[in-house]
T-cell receptor
Framework: KAGVTQTPRYLIKTRGQQVTLSCSPI?????VSWYQQTPGQGLQFLFE???????NKGNFPGRFSGRQFSNSRSEMNVSTLELGDSALYLC??????????????FGPGTRLLVL | GQQLNQSPQSMFIQEGEDVSMNCTSS?????WLWYKQDPGEGPVLLIA?????ELTSNGRLTAQFGTTRKDSFLNISASIPSDVGIYFC????????????FGQGTTLQVKP
């Protein structure tokens, strides 16, 4: 079974631009969570989607948004990029997102650099 | 909010030695997960724990879900050079769907 895939793997943007990252979960997984990883803050939860609905949200500004499609693939968008948005963005999928089915499997991440 | 304290922050050991790291939480978790991350890659799941007191092994790795549900430890026996990396604990609390809380990570270096 293929793992979680994320595209693109690397991205360079300038301040003020916007970016869209894509995540394809493991086949059969319906929950997709997004995390931001930085050296200073570690791994921070952004949001989680299940059946095309956002079920949970972390403490990030509204510039960070996401969506999930009917095939469980998910995208996240960051608008008006700031230098501090430079990070590794990780997507994780799980079967249902709760109980024993909440075990999350991570993709390789998208490395975003904002100049 | 929920926080995880992971220790030690880093370890430098000799090949063949055993390693132990642990995480403590300010609140109860229903699930404890241990991941390993290599540079530039996403975290890879090592062990998942679902019940208080549960002790689970995966090869040379052993992890336990503390009986108070507020802590967990990971042991690595007979370390080898490929064990080098950053190890993270993560917990999932009730009513917080899809959200893992992560520890700060333990950086492990193994000297051949």
């Amino acid at each position: 079974k293929a793992g979680v895939t994320q595209t693109p793997r690397y991205l360079i943007k300038t301040r003020g631009q916007q970016v869209t990252l894509s995540c394809s979960p493991i086949s059969g997984h319906r929950s997709v969570s997004w995390y931001q990883q930085t050296p200073g803050q570690g791994l921070q939860f952004l949001f989680e989607y299940f059946s095309e609905t956002q079920r949970n949200k972390g403490n990030f500004p509204g510039r960070f948004s996401g969506r999930q499609f009917s095939n469980s693939r998910s995208e996240m968008n960051v608008s008006t990029l700031e230098l501090g948005d430079s990070a590794l963005y990780l997507c994780a999928s799980s079967l249902m997102g709760s109980g024993s089915a909440e075990t999350q499997y991570f993709g390789p991440g998208t490395r975003l650099l904002v100049l | 909010g929920q926080q995880l304290n992971q220790s030690p922050q880093s370890m430098f050991i000799q090949e063949g030695e055993d390693v132990s790291m642990n995480c403590t939480s300010s609140s109860i978790f229903n699930t404890w997960l241990w991941y390993k991350q290599d540079p530039g890659e996403g975290p890879v799941l090592l062990i998942a724990l679902y019940k208080a007191g549960e002790l689970t092994s995966n090869g040379r790795l052993t992890a336990q879900f503390g009986t108070t549900r507020k802590d967990s430890f990971l042991n690595i026996s007979a370390s080898i050079p490929s064990d080098v990396g950053i190890y993270f604990c993560a917990g999932h609390g009730s009513g917080n769907t899809g959200k893992l809380i992560f520890g700060q990570g333990t950086t492990l270096q193994v000297k051949p």
